[in-house]
């Protein structure tokens, strides 16, 4: 009787959600400590309880000074952030390992992950354009027109009538790029009903390394390492 008891227990453990499938490919929002994005990850079952990590993000890096403002000598200005000189954006492209820390056992257990990674990120460096008002003399009150125009850090005119930031699309075809490294290691908790579908919560920690400081702001120090807190909510398939 022990014997069939044992032997159950066996087969109950072998149909775990690491066993019974060899790949997973999940997608999913990510919030961290310096802007937010977008999650994309494979995996490849390689063990019992290991697994290869393909880990894909693409998210905005901003600096921690960053506050949106009206301007106070235009009533009708639009909230920016000042002095900001460009937008940042990384994407990124990791390889890792996935290792199982607790398996799921049954429906409603909760499968506990370590993941860790490393790989190059792509800096995305875009220029901010700001809607400052132009004065015209053929104009009634004067002020009427405007320029989309970069933050000048010795144009006192220009800063004193920004108006708000000008549409995404301005300063696109001057994108510049820089070369990083990322490093990132997490805790994941997947659950779900079905074992071929799945709900993750990613925790954990990124660091993102460039060759020099990334031109976000002016007259502030920028920086050429990004530690970032991060969270992802994920939804994911196996088969």
Sequence with gaps: MLYFFALAQIFAQGNTTSLLYEHETSYGF??????????????????????????????????????????????????????????????????????????????????????????????????????????????????????KMKFDEENADMQENIVGTSGFMNGLGETKFMFGANIKTSLSFEWGHDDDRFYSLETGMMVDAFPKDVPIFAYIKNDQAFLNLFLTLSYGTRR
């Design 30 to 147: 990510m919030a961290h400590t310096r802007g937010i994005g977008a999650s994309l990850q494979f995996t490849k079952h390689r063990s019992a309880d290991n697994f290869r990590l393909l880990d894909f993000n693409f998210y905005s890096l901003k600096h921690p000074k960053e506050v949106k403002l009206p301007n106070p000598n235009i009533i009708t200005s639009r909230a920016y952030v000042f002095g900001k000189l460009n937008n940042f954006y990384a994407l990124k492209m990791n390889y890792g390992a996935r290792r199982i820390l607790a398996d799921k056992y049954t429906t409603n257990a909760v499968r506990l992950n370590l993941n860790y990674s490393f790989g190059p990120v792509l800096g995305i460096v875009k220029p901010v354009y700001y809607d400052v008002k132009q004065y015209n003399p053929d104009q009634s009150g004067g002020f009427q027109d405007t320029k």
